[in-house]
Nanobody
Framework: QVQLAESGGGSVQPGGSLNISCTPS????????MGWFRQAPGKKRQGIAA???????NYAEFVEGRFTVSQDNVDKTLRLQMNKLSPEDTGMYYC????????????????????????WGQGIQVTVSS
């Protein structure tokens, strides 16, 4: 098992930037990949970005070019730099770890509807408003 702890987030005006992080503990070197999901009130969970074990990344189309996902090689902390934020980016952002993230797109329906992940963070609020 791996435990995930998110940090960062907060409120920002449209066009602004935020950075959120996810620090794993426990089975840090386990056979899984890590990614970010978000959920807005009344909306379904969306996959946003993932980092694969070879360092490659995968983004949802609606964040491509605005968000950057990265992972520390030493402590495996996952980060998401979010730029050019809009009100549509408002929601709870969750960090996840699972082997399934390694083999399908982060936007795959199988991930957005997956009931359980090997690791799932407590979520962190991101609010974009003027």
């Amino acid at each position: 098992q791996v435990q995930l702890a998110e940090s960062g987030g907060g409120s920002v005006q449209p066009g602004g930037s935020l950075n959120i992080s996810c620090t794993p503990s426990g089975d840090v070197e386990g056979p899984y990949c890590m990614g970010w999901f978000r959920q807005a009130p009344g909306k379904k969970r969306q996959g946003i970005a993932a980092v694969y074990r070879n360092g490659n990344t995968n983004y949802a189309e609606f964040v491509e070019g605005r968000f950057t996902v990265s992972q520390d090689n030493v402590d495996k902390t996952l980060r998401l730099q979010m730029n050019k934020l809009s009100p549509e980016d408002t929601g709870m952002y969750y960090c996840a770890a699972d082997a399934a993230i390694c083999v399908v797109s982060i936007t795959a329906r199988s991930l957005s509807t997956k009931a359980r992940f090997t690791g799932w963070g407590q979520g962190i609020q991101v609010t974009v408003s003027s």
